[in-house]
Every structure is written in C-alpha cells, then in structure tokens.
C-alpha cells in the first residue's frame, strides 16, 4: 500500500505502515471516526452487501481502524445485514493495540430505536469479557425487548422518541471509549454527519462501478447545506484509494 499523500521529499510514493499512516492524529485527539466503502460511481453496496465493494486493501484498512479504536458503533440495520459478530482479535492484533496503548478486547455499540435485535445472536451472547456489547436506544423502545437485551447487553437510553446522536457519542464517551468507530449504515452516518458529530471520515474507494441501484453513504433528510472536508491523508493499493478526510467544521449542524 502506497502513499500518495501526503508525499514526503523526493516526491516519491512509499509504502507505508497502515496503522502508523491511521494512528497519527488520531490516538492523543480521540473522536468519532467513521469508516465506508463506495464504488466510483457513489455505490454503497454491491449485491445489497457493503462486502461485494470490499478489496484486499480496503480489509487491511478495515482492520487496522478498528485496531486502533475503543470501540466499534454501528447501527442494527448493518449490524443485521453485515452479520455482525463480537470483535475476536487474534494475538498479533492484541499485540499491536497494546502498542499503542489500548485494551486488548473491542467491544461493539448497536444503535436501535426499535430494538428489533435477537438476544440470542453472537453479538450478544458471545461478547468477550470486558466488552458486553453495548445497545444505544430511547426511552420510548419496547419494553419487552429491552428486558431480553439487558440480559445480555447494557442497554442505554440516549433519548426520548428517537435515538439523539449526541446523547449516544457521549454516552459512550462516558465509558471512556474517546476513540470512537462508526460503521454506518448510510442513515447513521448522516444522522451524525448532519449534526456535526463527524471528526473524520475514511473513505475506501473500490475500482468498480455498482451501476444503478444502490444509494450513497448518506441516507435521509436533505440537509441545508454541505458538510466540508479537508483530505488528510490518501493511501492507494492495487487501484483501489483510501481517502482520510478530517471535518472543516465539526460541530456545526447541518441536518433540518
């Protein structure tokens, strides 16, 4: 994996070390990170499935953020649709997170208005120690389903009558997780985007053209103005970019 940006004397384009590249900036300021794929043409999926866009490089990126993460936050759209799991790390990937002076074990947030979440799925139910999942929510979610999920997950009220994404950065802040990973789904991402929450977004660009069909990473409410970007960083692996972008902005919201 190569270097395009930034380039460093002699103009030449090295190879670099991925965690190194993903690290700087990253582990003494903390934030929310937030991490998609897309096609060239703006694709977010390919067959319905984030993974039918994914590149050998964009797995090794994929890998080193949430080595270099506290926790990993995604919504239970994705969650579901991607099959997610606890995080297992393997003991070279341990080794490298304390390294850099994290914990060994990466726990998952879900975020969920309906709670619509089987209890009984690994998420929950083979989390390792140390790292329950978490279930970020409302007040206003079912309460039989919160009473199966608190038997497996801490659920977390971040709300009233929706899931206020401020609430849930800082809920999770309050555990002590300052490095957060955002997965998406599209309606997450803008949702936090939209309210200035973003502190960086690392964008995998894979060589293909989804074609007609799939939406963007961003779903939702039009917002009332755009949010900008600065590129920090941009890495290149077989064709496929991997752009680091940081937020002009942060903290200005820009959703209705």
């Known amino acids: 994996m190569r270097a395009l940006l930034p380039v460093p004397a002699g103009g030449t384009h090295p190879e670099v070390d991925v965690h190194a590249h993903y690290a700087t900036d ?41 080595d270099l993460a506290d926790v990993v936050h995604v919504g239970s759209g994705t969650a579901v649709a991607e099959g997610y799991g606890p995080v297992r790390l393997s003991a070279r990937r341990q080794a490298v997170r304390r390294s850099f002076g994290l914990a060994e074990v990466l726990p998952v947030a879900v975020q969920s208005r309906s709670l619509q979440l089987d209890p009984q799925a690994e998420l929950f139910t083979a989390a390792e120690p140390g790292a329950r999942t978490i279930v970020l929510t409302c007040a206003a979610a079912d309460p039989g389903r919160r009473q199966a999920l608190e038997a497996v997950a801490d659920v977390v009220d971040c709300g009233d009558e929706t899931v206020d994404p401020a609430l849930a950065r800082r809920a999770l802040e309050d555990r002590g997780y300052s490095r957060i990973l955002s997965e998406g789904g599209p309606s997450v991402f803008a949702d936090l985007a939209g309210h200035g929450l973003v502190d960086e977004l690392c964008l995998s660009i894979s060589p293909t053209l989804g074609g007609p069909g799939p939406g963007r990473i961003t779903a939702g409410a039009e917002w009332t103005s755009a949010v900008p970007l600065t590129l920090a960083g941009l890495l290149e692996d077989d064709g496929a970019l991997f752009c680091r972008y940081r937020t002009v902005e942060r903290g200005r919201p820009v959703s209705r």
């Open 26 to 66: 990253w582990l003494d300021r903390g934030g929310l990170r937030v991490n998609f794929v897309t096609a060239v043409d703006g694709a977010v999926s390919a067959a319905g499935l984030s993974r039918g866009l994914q590149t050998p490089g964009d797995n090794t990126v994929f890998a080193a953020l949430r």
